[in-house]
């Protein structure tokens, strides 16, 4: 729907249609079906391996309590979009308020920016475990793990809001179509009818600070992690710490090569089906395989959720018992 307002002679956009995937309604069944595979499958994945954590006192450390928000990051992060994206594949309509439009974006960049920023904690943390194992404990106590932690979260948001506070002044006044599957940075951009390059420059330079920034304290971990281990003789001890950095490592490559890629640039993406796909990869793909890589390349983790399995398996035969 279009406003018109008597302090402008242009019509203002009120909401937004968001065009997702258009398709035949059988390849919409089929992308709702996917899209709420992959949605399930986040939140089983998360929610095991955080009652994993929670639940065996042997991973009560500062590594997996990082990993236990980083879990608790991506239910809320696929919920943000993959949720109301299932909903258009089912139902002709396919409008999103201004006002929603606006939040669905700030919590989108801010669990974003959220993950950029554990990311680069948990590179910090391998970091002293490896290079300063004697002064692990004392260096990543459990207040710092807690001020590490919150100060990500509130960072991660408080920059989303600063780049959300300037996209939502940019004025509207259609097309209100949003060629895109979740109201993202570059879609918005494209359908502005005032100069958005202020409002671009801003999004490029945040998109510097929450990518870079954490990426070099990544880069800067891991060089001095290599630099130690290639000078240990023993190769079992270079082993394990190759193998604990490696899912890490992992996640942290795909992760900041797709958002790299998305926001790291001075002007907004044109609109075209490969961005639309690289969004779809890092919002919805990469999520389901993220708990994956955590789990079947750590042998903790599979050693508690073996006998987080077997306890509950054991309580319910005692139960059918008696």
Known sequence: MLLATPYTLQLLVEEFILLGFPATPHLQI???????????????????IILAIWTSYSLHTPMYFFLSNLSFLEIWYV???????????VSQRKHISFVGCMTQLYFFLGLGNTEC???????????????????????????????????????????????VYFISQITYCGPNIIHHFFCD?????NLACTDTERAAHIDFVAALF??????LVVILSYAYIIFTVLHISSVRTCQKAFSTCATH???????????IFIYVRPKALPDHNANTIV????????????????????????????????????????????
């Open 185 to 189: 940075v570059s879609p918005l951009l």
């Open 279 to 322: 969004s779809t990869f890092y919002a919805v793909v990469v999520p389901v395989f993220n708990p994956i890589i955590y789990c079947l390349r750590n042998q903790e983790i599979k050693d508690a959720l073996r006998k987080t399995l077997l306890s509950k398996r054991f309580s319910l035969q005692k139960r059918q018992h008696l």
């Open 249 to 259: 490592l992992i996640v942290v490559i795909v992760f900041y090569a797709t958002s």
């Open 210 to 215: 929450i990518l870079l920034i954490p990426l």
């Open 30 to 48: 089929l992308f709702f079906a996917l899209f709420l595979m992959a949605y399930v499958i986040v939140l089983a994945e998360n929610t095991v």
């Open 79 to 89: 919920t943000v979009t993959v949720p109301r994206t299932m909903l258009s594949f």
């Open 117 to 163: 920023l554990l990311l680069a904690v948990m590179a910090y943390d391998r970091y002293v475990a490896i290079c300063k194992p004697f002064h692990y404990s004392v260096i990543i106590s459990h207040s710092v793990c807690v001020y590490l932690t919150t100060g990500s979260w509130l960072s991660g948001f408080f920059i989303s809001a600063c780049k």
